[in-house]
């Protein structure tokens, strides 16, 4: 498979969604780092995929939290379509393997 696909607009932008879509939720500031993408460009991307109601976006405290939209109108087989791409995408398993979803414990040598 083409490992650069860019099926949504942008290479940088399809990434996002992807890693958005892979983690279930997420935040601008941890796809950025995990993706290695500037900052306001994940911010750009969030707005345009929201704006299209491909993903949901809620404030919690100061973080803006971003969800693939469950009220998107072919949500099942975008999710599908999602799981390939990823499968297919060296790139985004990379980063994806390297996400730590919970603390280290203390003490604990890295």
């Known amino acids: 498979?083409?490992?650069k696909?860019?099926?949504f607009g942008?290479?940088?932008q399809t990434?996002?969604?992807?890693?958005?879509?892979?983690?279930?939720?997420?935040?601008?500031r941890e796809l950025s780092r995990?993706?290695?993408i500037p900052y306001a460009?994940?911010?750009q991307t969030?707005?345009?995929f929201e704006e299209m109601s491909i993903l949901a976006a809620n404030?919690?405290?100061k973080e803006r939290r971003v969800r693939v939209n469950p009220r998107f109108f072919a949500i099942r087989e975008f999710e599908l379509l999602i799981v390939r791409l990823v499968e297919g995408d060296s790139e985004v398993q990379q980063m994806l393997e390297n996400v730590r979803m919970r603390p280290r414990k203390k003490g604990k040598a890295i």
Not at 15 to 28: A, K, R, T
């Open 1 to 3: 498979m083409n490992e």
């Open 5 to 7: 696909l860019a099926m």
């Open 10 to 12: 942008t290479r940088k």
């Open 15 to 28: 990434i996002v969604l992807l890693l958005i879509s892979s983690l279930g939720e997420s935040f601008p």
């Open 34 to 36: 995990i993706s290695g």
């Open 41 to 43: 460009t994940v911010v």
């Open 46 to 48: 969030i707005d345009k």
């Open 59 to 61: 404030t919690r405290g």
